[in-house]
């Protein structure tokens, strides 16, 4: 697949992932929306409640204080005559052979009962009278009917022309039971702190921890609104934590619906970051296999053309200079015996940890046989080759081969990535903890973009054409492993046009 289709494949899956975070989170807002309503709505409908409660029994109360009023005086002494009569009564009843224990009573035939008093004299004159004719009964009836409208028309007036104070209208308690039992009945179980103030703005009740600043949503309710004047009687309430209820309702749908997107946008976004690493991996394998088989065909042709000279009977066998075709043989064999190595390495370092053998070498020695190894080639090109050996404590525990080795290789891309006449400048320092080695050229230098990933194995810096530069890609991720192995580090500085250095610590001794 090619590398664009894949960008394009990435751009509308994020862009499906974008919309669909949209959607979650307009969702979102429209249920804490929904869910705010309700509750207003069930505040609001709770606060009704109380303030028809409230009128309901104020009401009852006025009524009920008017139909039983509380004894006067004066009837507190009729009362006493009454006792009075009730034992005149007694011996009445006596007198006629009924128990006084007994409640004095007759009862007709028609079935209706008379007391008797007394001023009565004969108990057959009650039973003679006891059968009242329609008239009087149609009578007594509409005078006590007209009595009890009197009366309710009495306490209706008294009502609507006589208002109390709003203190003693209600309660404290029966303020609270009111506000709690009907926020209970629609599902509101929250702690709330409320005051009541009057037509004026005098406060009348308010709960011990009521803030009039605190932020929360206040709501507020009329209270008494059918007085005949209606005051501005308002009831104020809020909830210190409904924000947390509100959250609390909503919370483990929108936490779990968040939590489902954000997944998927990881999940998304580290298959794509496979899928480039993979394409990209892929098109570096299919450089190393263009730049191996590059690598390798040069000394093959060379060989063959060598073994072609000495097997060619044309040539006569004073010309055949056979030593100079031996000495071509054997350095193009030794280059194809390198570049094997080099492969074998990498399989080596991906299946297993390498073992090394450490004994305690002079870096120094080491540094100056590399640099023999390329004297001839730099001195070719007409370059220089420096050291600068100041390390004063030279002997470090590595391995030798795989230390001579990285140095081989360090140099060995300090000649190729020089164009022109190449300055390679090695030196050595002293470190708490060990030696520091510097190896600086002054080649084309790497841009700032690939230099994170200039130990990857099979990178090459892109220049041009592949093939101008030959290598595997291998050098440098071979150098960081062994230099890791040795409990060391590598960096890299470097700038376009002005050079590469690259700069190894290495421990004395390896870390306890």
């Not at 207003?40 to 009920?64: C, D, P, Q």
């Not at 008294?158 to 009945?185: M, V």
């Not at 690598?295 to 060989?303: M, N, Q, R, V, Y």
């Not at 510097?438 to 130990?455: A, C, Q, W, Y």
Request: glycine residues 6%; negative net charge; hydrophobic residues 40%.
């Amino acid at each position: 697949m090619k590398r664009s289709y894949i960008v394009l494949l990435a751009i509308f899956f994020f862009l499906a992932i974008s919309a669909l975070v949209i959607i979650q989170v307009r969702w979102i807002n429209n249920v804490v929306s929904a869910e705010d309503q309700q509750f207003r709505f069930g505040v609001n409908e709770a606060l009704k409640e109380v303030v028809s409660e409230l009128e309901k029994a104020e009401t009852y109360k006025r009524i009920m204080s008017d139909i039983n009023p509380e004894p006067t005086p004066q009837e507190t002494d009729e009362t006493s005559d009454q006792s009075e009569q009730k034992s005149a009564e007694e011996k009445l009843l006596e007198k006629y052979g009924f128990d006084p224990g007994v409640r004095s009573v007759i009862i007709s035939r028609a079935g209706y009962t008379y007391l008797l008093d007394s001023d009565s004299l004969e108990v057959e004159s009650y039973f003679e009278s006891a059968e009242p004719d329609g008239q009087i009964l149609t009578a007594g009836a509409t005078s006590r009917m007209t009595s009890k409208i009197i009366s309710i028309e009495k306490i209706v007036s008294k009502i609507l022309h006589e208002t109390p104070p709003l203190r003693d209208r209600f309660t404290a308690d029966e303020l609270n039971s009111l506000i709690r039992r009907s926020l209970d009945a629609v599902g509101i179980h929250l702690e709330y702190e409320c005051s009541v103030r009057g037509a004026y703005g005098d406060l009348i009740y308010i709960t011990p921890n009521f803030q009039g600043s605190s932020g929360a949503n206040k709501y507020l309710r009329q209270l008494f609104p059918n007085d005949p004047v209606p005051g501005n009687n308002i009831l104020t309430i809020y909830f210190p934590e409904e924000e947390e209820y509100k959250f609390s309702q909503i919370a483990f749908m929108a936490s779990s619906s968040m939590l489902i997107v954000l997944l998927l946008t990881l999940l998304a976004t580290g298959t794509f970051i496979v899928i480039f690493r993979q394409k990209r991996l892929s098109e570096i394998r299919s450089d190393f296999i263009n730049n191996m088989t590059h690598e390798l065909k040069t000394p093959i042709a060379t060989i063959s053309l060598a073994s072609q000279m000495l097997d060619d009977p044309s040539i006569p066998e004073s010309s055949r200079n056979i030593g100079s075709i031996a000495t071509v043989i054997r350095e193009e064999s030794n280059r194809l015996k390198v570049l094997v190595e080099r492969v074998l390495h990498t399989a080596i370092f991906e299946k297993a940890k390498l073992k090394l053998n450490k004994q305690p070498v002079d870096i120094h020695a080491l540094i100056l046989r590399s640099v023999d190894a390329f004297k001839l080639q730099v001195n070719g090109r007409g370059g220089t080759i420096s050291t600068f050996l100041d390390a004063s404590d030279p002997v470090v525990a590595i391995d030798e081969a795989n230390i001579f080795n990285v140095m081989l290789n360090l140099i060995d891309n300090a000649l190729k990535y020089t164009l022109d006449t190449p300055e390679i400048t090695i030196t050595t320092a002293t470190w708490n903890r060990g030696i520091i080695i510097t190896v600086s050229d002054n080649g084309i230098g790497i841009p700032r973009e690939h230099l994170k990933h200039l130990f990857e194995k099979f990178y090459r810096v892109p220049a041009g054409n592949t093939h101008n530069i030959k290598g595997f890609g291998l050098g440098l991720s071979y150098v960081k492993k062994i230099i890791e192995e040795h409990y060391g580090t590598i960096k890299v500085e470097s700038q376009t046009a002005k050079g590469t250095r690259i700069i190894i610590h290495l421990l004395k001794e390896p870390p306890k």
